[in-house]
């Protein structure tokens, strides 16, 4: 008995045809929808482009300060490539992700950004780019200490060895910057080293700047007795 034969003529059945049909409608009217959020803030010049005013109009609509962490996560979540900037890509892919097409829809999703860089992997990950997206001329490879200190007191905010390290710091002349290097390692040093430095080892591989904190920290303790 022959078994009977279906011919491929290229086209979807209707049910997958309308699904799909179905799923890229709501995927035009979602783009649509987050461009339209995006218009509200771009730069009149620049329609492509939210610049200094329109992040500042947009904190001013969401009930943050400019200098919130919670901005600082906006922009990462976005991977701003520029600091003060929001091109309509990142901005497109950061709210997709986000499900995210409303200032009132933004409001709520603030708050799931800090619950996010709760994960160790992702806080070095933001960490890394609050480093990066400070770095505002091209080939720019450190931070100034100014710079440093307000990002350091604004990711890191007072977990141990935080205070003291911006004193250090703000004290001493030798250093005028700070490099990536530099700068990883001291969160790797906030997450290993105890509030009383008893665990800290010379010999390990840790910046020169950080074994000049350590060694100025110990004589400030001694002071302090």
Known sequence: MRRSSTRRTGVLPATATGSTGSVNKAAVRELEKIDAFFSQYADKFDET???????????????????????????????ASRQGYFSLD?????MKAMRVDSVDKLKKALPGLQQEVSSQYLFKDFYVFAFQYCLTEPR?????????CQMLELVLGPRAHVPSFLQFLQEQTEYKAMNMDQWTAFLRFCEEIKPDLTNYDESQAWPLLLDN????????TMISL
């Open 90 to 94: 990142e901005w497109r892919r950061g």
């Open 213 to 220: 904190y350590v060694e100025w920290a110990r004589k400030y």
């Open 140 to 148: 720019q490879k450190t931070l100034d200490l100014e710079s440093a």
């Open 49 to 79: 482009s939210i610049g200094p005013d329109g992040i500042e109009a947009l904190c001013q609509d969401l009930g943050v300060s400019p200098t919130d962490i919670r901005v600082l996560l906006l922009a990462w979540k976005l991977q």
